[in-house]
Antibody
Framework: QVQLRESGPGLVEPSATLSLTCSVS??????????WGWIRQSPGKGLEYIGT???????YSNPSLRSRATMSIDTSKNQFSLEMTSVTAADTAVYYC???????????WGQGILVTVSS | DVQVTQSPSVMSASVGDRVTITCRAS??????LAWFQQKSGKVPKCLIY???NLQSGVPSRFSGSAAGTEFTLTISSLQPEDFATYYC?????????FGRGTKVDIK
């Protein structure tokens, strides 16, 4: 069973960089079968895809976040990360990491982590 | 990027009702669309993948269909545990976007 767990600070100051890590068990982040990605959900709002990578290469990043969001993987720790620069209150959200195969028949999500942007 | 238009945004229904939610893609995305259910404060759960395939363990009252760029999630007989928000997700090519969601609440 694939399990994912997000970690990182729950509070980030405005204009700072948000850094989150997703720790993975039951699968490998350098898999050539699974897509890995980040999704967020602002309070009371819908789901927003941040970005996805496959086979260690980014294949999608949300155009509205592309200039501020960077994803990376650490195969030695079997983790992948998200960094988002110059955050504002609008970036306050629950951030989920997720993995799925090509048609989403396999689909796994972390429990999510609430990140609040505030001074 | 592909845009998806999900409708309605809110619907009120009663237990036993047949419920239909639609997502329309801005171009051909083949069958690369999934449906998710999210209950308040919970992680989204995938119900349908590849437009019409039921995820393991999901009740058979849920079904998905596709006609061109229009995709439909149907709940044949709404149950109390089905009151939730539903999202479509298209994952065609290098574009991944969720619909805006449909909240199904109690009439």
């Amino acid at each position: 069973q694939v399990q994912l767990r997000e970690s990182g600070p729950g509070l980030v100051e405005p204009s700072a960089t948000l850094s989150l890590t997703c720790s993975v068990s039951g699968a490998f982040v350098n898999s050539n079968r699974l897509y890995w990605g980040w999704i967020r959900q602002s309070p009371g709002k819908g789901l927003e895809y941040i970005g996805t990578f496959f086979n260690s290469a980014s294949i999608y990043s949300n155009p509205s976040l592309r200039s501020r969001a960077t994803m990376s993987i650490d195969t030695s720790k079997n983790q992948f990360s998200l960094e988002m620069t110059s955050v504002t209150a609008a970036d306050t959200a629950v951030y989920y990491c997720a993995t799925q195969n090509w048609n989403l028949e396999e689909n796994y999500w972390g429990q999510g982590i609430l990140v609040t942007v505030s001074s | 990027d592909v845009q998806v238009t999900q409708s309605p945004s809110v619907m009120s229904a009663s237990v036993g009702d047949r419920v239909t939610i639609t997502c329309r893609a801005s171009r051909d995305i083949r069958n690369e669309l999934a449906w998710f259910q999210q209950k308040s404060g919970k992680v989204p759960k995938c119900l349908i993948y590849a437009a019409s395939n039921l995820q393991s363990g999901v009740p058979s009252r849920f079904s998905g269909s596709a006609a061109g760029t229009e995709f439909t999630l149907t709940i044949s007989s709404l149950q109390p545990e089905d009151f939730a928000t539903y999202y479509c997700l298209q994952h065609n090519d290098h574009s991944w976007t969720f619909g805006r969601g449909t909240k199904v609440d109690i009439k």
